[in-house]
């Protein structure tokens, strides 16, 4: 829960559109700087401060029509705590083996591509904190055909090699997609991730599940399990389009058997967005989150953001 009350994971940020700087054809520059205040009320007691919730900073080298380089670094800041020192996020190479994406080969360190998690909330989505997994060394093809997407990939992990596969199918007003990782949270515990959207004139509703596909065993996770537990989450959410770059999100979130590592049990809210100037956008989100222990809190965050 800490994470919904601070905010903010840079995965939600960099899984939305960011503006680049084209410095020339061959050099894109790109970044985000978040600013929060955020405040808590209820049963876990009151908490309110400030921080730099994510700063980010990468750039694309193009060499040539075939050849991407690609670095992030991020750092993220609690309200009062650095979560995440100034680190290389991502650093990968891509291989644009046949034009129009049709097949893409990337290699390196980056998050994999298992699980969509959008949302238009400041509060990343619990199925985000169950499925996002970032590893170091990660090899990826990629291609679309039509309206149909897919990738399959494989990575070294620490506790776990693995590999995975997604699929999905676009149209203009909707999506479907299917996802399967081999070891979630970096275990021997395979999961599957199924997500849809689809837009409705001015309101795009938004769906996804993330389960693991078997129990985790006593003594997973470095000792963290001391029970079966076989961890899910749920995401719905409804954005209301209100023109001019304004929207207004409502999202309901759920997990089961997720209080050992570390997810609240459930949670809903509502999210206003408009840009401010430029490239500078402000968004407020009321929150009432409810733990695994019953207790309830409720949560007010602004966050001021500049993308570039």
């Not at 992990?157 to 070891?183: F, I, K, N, Q």
């Not at 609240?264 to 430029?278: F, L």
């Amino acid at each position: 829960m800490k994470k919904q009350l601070l905010a903010g994971l840079i995965a939600t940020t960099l899984s939305s559109p960011l503006l680049a700087v084209e410095v020339s054809d061959q050099l894109e520059v790109f970044g985000t700087l978040e600013l929060e205040y955020g405040a808590s009320r209820g049963d876990s007691g009151n908490d309110y401060g400030t921080a730099l919730a994510t700063g980010a900073l990468g750039a694309t080298i193009k060499p040539n029509d075939k050849f991407d380089i690609t670095t992030s670094w991020l750092y993220e800041e609690g309200l009062h705590e650095v979560e995440t020192p100034l680190e290389i996020d991502e650093a990968m190479v891509t291989w644009h083996a046949m034009p129009d994406e049709k097949l893409d080969i990337t290699a390196g360190k980056k998050y994999l591509p298992f699980g969509k998690f959008e949302s238009a909330m400041v509060s990343d989505p619990l199925t985000l904190e169950l499925g996002e997994t970032r590893m170091d060394k990660v090899l990826e093809a990629s291609g679309t055909n039509g309206n149909i997407d897919a990738g399959v990939y494989a990575f070294e992990g620490e506790a776990e090699d693995g590999y995975g596969a997604r699929v999905g199918y676009s149209t203009e007003t909707a999506r479907v997609g299917v996802d399967y990782l081999s070891s979630l949270l970096d275990s021997e515990v395979p999961a599957i991730g199924v997500n849809g959207s689809v837009n409705l004139g001015r309101v795009t509703l938004l769906g996804e599940h993330v389960t693991a596909s078997k129990s985790f065993k006593a003594g997973d996770l470095d000792g963290a399990i001391t029970t079966d537990a076989k961890p899910s989450a749920t995401h719905l959410e409804a954005d209301i389009d209100l023109n001019n770059d304004r929207t207004v999100a409502v999202a309901w979130n759920k997990t089961k058997n997720a209080e050992e590592i570390g997810l609240a049990r459930e949670y809903y809210g509502a999210a206003y967005r408009q840009p401010i100037y430029k490239d500078i956008s402000g968004a407020i989100e009321l929150v009432q989150s409810k733990q695994y222990t019953g207790e309830k809190d409720k949560t007010f965050t602004a966050q001021l953001s500049y993308e570039f």
